[in-house]
């Protein structure tokens, strides 16, 4: 079968031996119909799936492709590495440089622990602010995902105040007891919560400028109270920038926002593409961590001397002069190329973006909390996600997840998909 989409005959054997036919669920086609693409190979802002097709990648390994794929220094810094060994479990220096490079670019940090995922990294985090408050309810946002770990994975429940039901099958009720779920961007609940619980409070885990509803930001106001109310009641604020962290800007939602957490937790762009993520905050904080404290966090990979490598050679690529100003210039001319196309065709759109990180909604004003993402027209979006898919262009298979540009995007790729985004406006719009 000379002919035979090679993603289908992948897909049919991933079936087989792997649940879904994917190792994390996002990948999957689910959401959206149809048949994932199974990646043969990337370079700059493109892949190339098992037919040999090619696509402009607007998810960037989700996050982390901020300088493109195969960018030669981190290529060059990979492939040393490799060469003097894959892991030791033992110190390098490499650790401690990386530690160096995040610790300057993130003010609010003195001492950090590296890890090998962002789930590890939050639910470290989680423990750590437990440990060091001897408190333990924490508060989450609906539409704020901090990874798989137990205690994070719940949702809302019908009623302020309504500690968190699992989102999981296999988290016991009493896992997620402690855990409370409030909606994002709502100040009012927020205030009533603290006034509820504030004396048993650990911390408050947000992301400042979430990405898995989309692309939602937490308003100024929303992010100071969050800040005030923390400091006042003794709990403490923890940032989730596993996919903000480097990707916003070079302080992260943090410098965007202008407030200070006490915990940072980081990912993706960190690592370049490797396994790696990190936690951090004060150092009174950080040295209630085993080995000088009584909070226990271990790990077997954890600063890993070929993800260290690939993790600063980005770093010190993305803090050169100029280049967030050329990653925001292209993010900010996508964005507005499909707005204008969409207004165009009178179709209901709107978009928002932060240095190289975006989000659209079809719909004519920006959501604010997860419960206005969930109005958005799920066949339109089918249908834009298919249209784009055929013509070259990968977007997220779901319409809750942020997308990504990255430095290797060119004028040619932007101006391509606002004029695919174009036609598929204008093929379905009213008549």
């Not at 996600?385 to 990255?406: D, T």
Request: negative net charge.
């Amino acid at each position: 079968m000379p002919n035979a989409d090679q993603n289908d005959i992948f897909f049919d054997r991933a079936r087989a031996v792997i649940p879904g036919g994917v190792n994390s669920p996002v990948r999957a086609f689910k959401a959206v119909g149809g048949t994932p693409r199974f990646i043969r190979r990337a370079e700059g802002a493109y892949f190339w799936d098992a037919n040999d097709k090619r696509y402009i990648d607007y998810i960037g390994s989700w996050g982390p492709m901020i300088l493109g794929h195969g960018h030669p220094v981190v290529v060059e810094a990979v492939q040393k590495a490799v060469l003097e060994g894959f892991s030791y479990g033992a110190p390098t220096e490499r650790e401690i440089e990386l530690a160096e490079a995040i610790l300057a670019l993130v003010p609010s940090m003195e001492m950090v622990r590296l890890v090998s995922s962002g789930t590890e990294a939050a639910m470290s985090a989680l423990r750590l602010a437990r440990g060091a408050t001897g408190r333990k309810h924490i508060i989450k946002f609906e539409g704020c995902y901090h990874g798989h770990a137990d205690a994070l994975l719940v949702k809302a429940g019908s009623g302020l105040a309504t500690f968190g039901h699992p989102t999981s099958a296999g988290v016991p009720p009493e896992v997620t007891q402690h855990t409370l779920v409030l909606e994002y961007n709502n100040i009012t609940q927020l205030e009533e919560a603290f006034a509820l619980h504030g004396n048993d409070i650990a911390c408050l885990m947000i992301e400042a400028i979430a990405g898995n509803m989309n692309f939602v930001r937490a308003t100024a106001e929303f992010a100071k109270r969050c800040r005030d109310l923390c400091t006042q009641h003794g709990a403490l604020l923890v940032f989730d920038e596993v996919m903000t962290g480097f990707r916003v800007g070079l302080h992260g939602a943090q410098g965007v926002l202008g407030i200070t957490p006490d915990l940072t937790v980081l990912g993706k762009v960190i690592g370049g593409g490797m396994p790696l993520a990190a936690f951090g905050g004060p150092r009174a904080i950080m040295e209630q961590l085993a080995p000088l404290g009584p909070v226990y966090q271990a790990g077997t990979l954890s600063g890993n001397p070929v993800a260290t490598a690939c993790g600063l050679a980005t770093l010190k690529e993305i803090a050169k002069p100029g280049f967030y100003e050329a990653l925001s210039k292209k993010t900010q001319s996508l964005v507005e190329g499909l707005k204008t196309a969409a207004a165009a065709e009178g179709q209901p759109f709107n978009a928002d973006s932060e240095g190289g990180m975006f989000g659209f909604f079809l719909m004519n004003e920006l959501p604010q909390n997860y419960a206005t993402v969930m109005t958005t027209d799920n066949a339109k979006f089918n249908a834009l996600f298919h249209g784009l898919l055929n013509r070259g262009v990968y977007i997220a298979p779901a319409l809750y997840e942020a997308g990504f540009v990255s430095a290797a995007h060119s004028d040619d790729d932007i101006a391509a998909t606002i004029e695919a985004a174009r036609q598929i406006f204008k093929a379905s719009a009213p008549r």
